[in-house]
């Protein structure tokens, strides 16, 4: 009974977080906010087993064409990135 409910405390917790990063991210696109979510998680130290009920329970998609507008996104930096390159 105590176990049980210490994982529905720290899911509880742990779904407040991912949240906050998937409200954050906005111009990544559903996988990167799913890895950023994974990523920052495990260096918190929740056990995998609560990220995988994270993973269930929040929603990583966005706006239907969310994959196209975190392509424009990274795409505008590609102009910066070439000319910071053949400055070198």
Known sequence: MIEEYLLDEQVEKAIGIASKIVKKEKKASSLQRKQKVEQS????GYPFSVISIVHEEVSYEGEENEAWEALVHQGQKLPA???QVHRL
């Open 41 to 44: 998680l495990t260096r918190k």
């Open 81 to 83: 990135l070439f000319h």
